[in-house]
């Protein structure tokens, strides 16, 4: 079993309009870290946020904001009033108490923003 | 920029031949990680680590192996290379096993 589901393949959405991407995690460990990247065209990996599994507080910064809920294992990501600049492909990752070295990455979301 | 630094960027190759990707870890970090992402299996663990002895495996092939020098920068060498290796290959680096992992720009290897 995926121990990190990105269901969605792909989203288009317009410039401006608000997207969601959605991630749910599967793990038998209290403690644990979630964290989503983004990776732009260009193909390298950049950090966005990293959360352990005690701090289910909602987070933003600018544009973006997470929302980790425990009772639904998800730990999802929205953009606001989304940008040209924002099109790329999202992973979501988990990793667990047993083994904090090793990352689980979801399949990814490709975001396409059109202008 | 990350501050981990990979080489080279692109690398094209024989099935068959040997290639030693080389990783860099920001400044400070004793923890790399090398991933492999592919269209077929996404991004992969490949083995991580950490202040030059290995700590993790995932789904490392007994053709790939890895090591990671007294001055912390890694190579991650591949051998008797098949088609299916073709991929992009991620290096990451952390301070210790807890923290965020950053990641470097990648090697895109082709073999042909």
Do not use: M
């Not at chain 1, 989203?11 to 309009?17: L, Q």
């Not at chain 2, 080389?22 to 996404?42: E, F």
């Amino acid at each position: 079993a995926q121990k990190v589901t990105q269901a969605q393949t792909e989203i288009s959405v317009v410039e401006k309009e608000d997207v969601t991407l959605d991630c749910v995690y599967e793990t038998r460990d209290t403690t644990y870290y979630l964290f989503w990247y983004k990776q732009p065209p260009s193909g390298e990996l950049v950090f966005l946020i990293r959360r352990n599994s005690f701090d289910e507080q909602n987070e933003i910064s600018g544009r973006y904001s997470w929302n980790f809920q425990k009772s639904t294992s998800s730990f999802n990501f929205t953009i606001t009033a989304s940008q040209v600049v924002d099109s790329a492909v999202y992973f979501c990752a988990l990793s667990e108490e047993y083994n904090f070295n090793k990352f689980y990455f979801g399949s990814g979301t490709k975001l396409n923003v059109k202008p | 920029d990350s501050g981990v630094t990979q080489t080279p960027k692109h690398l094209i190759t024989a099935t068959g031949q040997r290639v030693t990707l080389r990783c860099s870890p920001r400044s400070g970090d004793l923890s790399v990680y090398w991933y492999q992402q592919s269209l077929d299996q996404g991004l992969q663990f490949l083995i991580q680590y950490y202040n030059g002895e290995e700590r993790a495996k995932g789904n490392i092939l007994e053709r790939f192996s890895a090591q990671q020098f007294p001055d912390l920068h890694s190579e991650l060498n591949l051998s008797s290379l098949e088609l299916g290796d073709s991929a992009l290959y991620f290096c990451a680096s952390s301070v210790d096993k807890q923290e965020t992992q950053y990641f470097g720009p990648g090697t895109r290897l082709l073999v042909l």
